[in-house]
């Protein structure tokens, strides 16, 4: 695992970053932790590449989503990342 303050990658809201290899060292996973203000831009970003598997976004309260592609998935957590 490599786990980064994500300064340099210039994504807004990005608050960290962990990068998870397996035992290839090829990579298997990426968790960022954004602010919450970022849940429906990075939502519309991941719906353009992938199919909603799962979608729920309430007005008020915990929001969260899984996209899909072939074996790929994204999943944002029950909490959507960032402080509140």
Do not use: W
Request: charged share 30%; glycine share 10%.
């Amino acid at each position: 695992m490599l786990k980064s303050d994500g300064r340099g990658l210039h994504i807004d809201g990005l608050q960290s970053i962990l990068f998870i290899f397996g035992r290839d060292r090829k990579l298997e996973g990426v968790i960022m932790t954004m602010d919450k203000n970022r849940l429906r831009p990075v939502a519309d970003f991941l719906r353009a590449k992938y199919t909603p598997a799962h979608e729920d976004f309430p007005f008020v309260g915990d929001a969260s989503a899984t996209y899909r592609m072939g074996e790929s998935s994204a999943t944002t957590p029950d909490s959507f990342g960032g402080k509140r």
